[in-house]
């Protein structure tokens, strides 16, 4: 009776050369548009084909890692609700300034 082979044996040696290193993941996507352009999760969706309810379920992700921010809320041009711009360039950003340090002494 003939010998087989183990399976590490048998599968062919794979050519590594070839490989894709950055794999294009729709949260980049969503990601690169937001860095060039101000829009809806609506427009996100129209622009990059990434379904609309996968978008919402990135954008509180990338808000949370301070990668995003709403910039306003206006009324979308499609759909005429309002709706909130999101951008994931800081320059746009609204700056909101907090004051973490507290007084020892009080105001008066």
Known sequence: MEQKKRATEAAPI???TGAKV???KDIEKVLDFFRYKVGTTLDCMFATGVLRNCITWYVPDLERLGLLQAIYIAKDRRTHF??????AD?????????DAQ???FGKG
């Open 14 to 16: 794979q050519n590594l």
């Open 22 to 24: 950055r794999q294009e």
């Open 82 to 87: 309002y709706a909130k711009h999101y951008s």
């Open 90 to 98: 800081p320059a746009k950003w609204v700056q909101v300034k907090t």
């Open 102 to 104: 507290l007084s020892l």
